[in-house]
């Protein structure tokens, strides 16, 4: 293969001229990401080119990958015909789907499918019918009906329901949408009777309307879905327009398909004995209720974004690992131990047919990603694992996730789920298609759900930045924690917008508790745990040996037969030396805590590495001293911790705070008249 093919398929998918990208310009800075390479990856491969996933991600340059891939191609292999004709059997994510519809099995009874409400003009229901009925008369997998025996059938017909129209013209129509939207977004549609869809239009007053769009993902994954959605848009704007046939079927494309990687199987089954738990997060001690899935959103705009991802790519990093990294460490904050999987689904449509692009069906799969928070390192650095990390997977993804936990269950007789998933659609583009918003109206409401997830965090482009989506089982976390957690993903990724220290500077767990008690709570690290966070209870220092969580209320809840009892919280333990107090007086005028304690933890007192920074330049004028330090603050993260740390490095700080204290204890005037009594 020569250096101009290399260039003209980075080229393309960069959507960049090819003489302006640099020999040596790293791929991944310019905008490339994993989901890029792979499809190069799975293009080179096809033609018969052995080439690695991992080793072109090591060097990301047009230079290294021209070396790498300097072998012929063999000529591709025309794809033979197929019947079209009679059940094929389930793919893997779709035998997942179909399998956790089941109540009995855990974290089951829920359907995987992708509900969206479009609030717009009235649209006329004669006209929409007529554009559904041409969508599901053009794409098999709308036709298709699961059997009793996980296989699927592809009908001549859909088996749709037919146009719902409510007329909520009269009054106001808030109670009626809001019915409508608790019954469709847990809904689970019947699809061994062939039904994978459901449309439903309201009419509101003004000459408003509401568009109600639910796809089961066992007929068509994520990015099909927007597919079909461009064409809804454009079938309903012109009716008159024939659109040919696609030539090429889901069930051809699982045919043409190659089962399997045994080069990727032995490498994951390699590393079974290294590979962690999903993460443990803080759960209701009794889910009550039927499931029920919340989303929470916060969205990055084109100029945040913008400044978000060029920070991540001066460092090397693709906005889309930045931002699991994000995830990673609100999810280790929470976690009963800083070694866990993430779930991360990858959008593999392999390029086997020119005409597979325009084919709606799943092709998802998913990558197990192993994440490490023991050890200190900065924002930046983390991030750079992980990066690592998931490009390995990546790299090995031809023996898909579901078969790894597989594996991991058999190695350890035991069921292993992963159910925290980081799902990035960065590279797939805006979330809708300019038509479709034209034509349906503003994504008023989305969510998704799916079987043996407990959280599943997206990110996807939406008006030019960055919409970030957390669909969570409610029922089945303590309360309060989502909250938490969502509220502190937040704040760090508001640090990170900026290119600020908060990429740079050390990163420590917010593990610490808000108060320090002779009943605590300590994970296995022995650090002090957070609200909800569950931990072994200490009592006078001793180990107990029993489960518990301090809970905002002033108790720790012991967790013992799926009940709960409590122990009172004794006092905060106040500042005592100068030096304690100086630093509390400090921390005081930053952070958002009336009182600060002693043993009160930075992170958990609502720090983070921009307000470090802030503090540490305060205290380095007041106590004038260099041995103050981000480093020192958040590796010693309490009023007390700091202020031993700090005397080991300057003993002359004990006297200094102390005169740092008078000083601002006194007045204006009173400050004004000491200096001009110097002075003179």
Not at 278 to 297: D, E, K, N, S
Not at 520 to 536: A, L, Y
Request: proline share 6%; aromatic share 6%.
């Amino acid at each position: 293969m020569t250096d101009f093919d290399v260039r003209e398929t980075v080229a393309r998918l960069l959507d960049e001229e090819p003489g302006t990208i640099a020999d040596d310009a790293n791929l991944f800075e310019l905008g490339l990401d994993s989901l890029d390479l792979m499809t190069a990856v799975g293009e080179w491969r096809r033609a018969g080119l052995a080439v690695g996933f991992a080793e072109l991600a090591a060097e990301p340059t047009l230079a290294a990958w021209a070396r790498l891939t300097g072998n012929s191609f063999k000529p591709e292999n025309p794809i033979e015909g197929t019947d079209e004709a009679g059940p094929f059997p389930l793919g893997l994510m779709q035998h997942a789907y179909w399998i956790g519809r089941d109540d009995a099995h855990r974290l089951g009874g829920v359907a995987a499918h992708l509900y969206t409400e479009f609030d717009g003009p009235a649209l006329d229901p004669e006209r929409l019918t007529a554009a559904v009925l041409g969508l599901a008369a053009r794409h098999d997998m709308l036709r298709v009906r699961l059997t009793d025996n996980g296989q699927q059938i592809v009908g001549d017909t859909a088996s749709w329901r037919g146009l719902t129209v409510h007329d909520l013209r009269a009054g106001d129509p808030a109670a009626a949408l809001d019915r409508i939207r608790e019954r469709l977004s847990h809904q689970k549609l019947d699809v061994e009777a062939g039904e994978v869809f459901t449309v439903e239009l309201s009419l509101l007053p003004g000459g408003r309307g509401r568009l109600h769009l639910d796809v089961d993902m066992v007929a068509a994954d994520a990015a099909s879905y927007r597919l079909l959605l461009a064409e809804l848009a454009q079938r309903y704007t012109d009716p008159s327009r024939t659109l040919a046939p696609v030539g090429y079927s889901y069930r051809r494309y699982r045919a043409d398909r190659p089962a399997g990687d045994p080069v990727a199987a032995e490498w994951w089954r390699s590393r079974l004995a290294d590979l962690p738990d999903g993460p443990r997060l803080p759960l209701a001690l009794a889910p009550a209720g039927p499931p029920q899935v919340r989303r929470r959103h916060l969205h990055l705009d084109a100029a945040r974004r913008e400044s978000f991802s060029g920070a991540a790519k001066r460092r090397g990093l693709t906005p889309a690992v930045a931002l699991a990294t994000v995830f990673a460490e609100v999810v280790g904050a929470y976690a009963e131990s800083p070694r866990f999987l993430l779930n991360v689904p990858l959008f593999d449509r392999a390029p086997l047919h020119p005409a597979v692009g325009e084919v709606v069906g799943d092709f998802s799969s998913s990558v197990m990603l192993a994440v490490d928070l023991r050890l200190a390192a900065t924002f930046a650095e983390r991030a750079t694992a992980i990066q690592s990390r998931l490009h390995a997977g990546v790299g090995h993804a031809g023996h898909a996730g579901l078969d790894v936990l597989r594996d991991l269950a058999r190695h350890r007789a035991e069921q292993v789920l992963a159910p925290v998933v980081f799902t990035s659609a960065l590279s797939l583009g805006e979330l809708f298609d300019g038509s479709v918003r034209e034509t349906f109206g503003d994504p008023v409401w989305i969510i998704s759900q799916g079987p043996q997830v407990l959280l599943d965090a997206q990110v996807t482009e939406l008006s030019g930045g960055i919409l970030v989506n957390w669909d969570c089982r409610e029922e089945q976390f303590a309360e309060g924690v989502l909250d938490a957690m969502f509220a502190m993903f937040g704040r760090l990724l508001d640090d990170l917008v900026s290119d600020g220290p908060a990429w740079d500077s050390p990163v420590v767990a917010p593990a610490a508790g808000a108060v320090t008690v002779t009943a605590r709570v300590v994970d296995p690290q022995g650090r002090d745990r957070t609200w909800w966070v569950p931990g072994t209870l200490l009592l006078d220092g001793h180990d107990t040996g029993q489960r518990a969580f301090l809970h905002p209320d002033g108790l720790v809840h012991l967790l013992a037969g799926g009940g709960a009892s409590s122990v009172p919280v004794d006092r905060r333990r106040l500042p005592a030396s100068d030096l304690e107090r100086a630093i509390a007086l400090v921390w005081a005028e930053h952070l958002p805590a009336a009182k600060i304690g002693a043993d009160d933890d930075f992170i958990a007192l609502g720090g983070d590495s921009v307000l470090a920074a802030s503090i540490v330049a305060r205290l380095r004028e007041g106590l004038d001293s260099e041995a103050v330090s981000v480093r020192a603050l958040l590796n010693a993260p309490t009023v007390a911790g700091l202020a031993a740390a700090l005397l080991d490095l300057d003993p002359r700080l004990g006297d200094v705070a102390a005169v740092f204290l008078e000083i601002e204890g006194l007045s204006d005037d009173e400050v004004r008249a000491q200096l001009e009594g110097e002075s003179a």
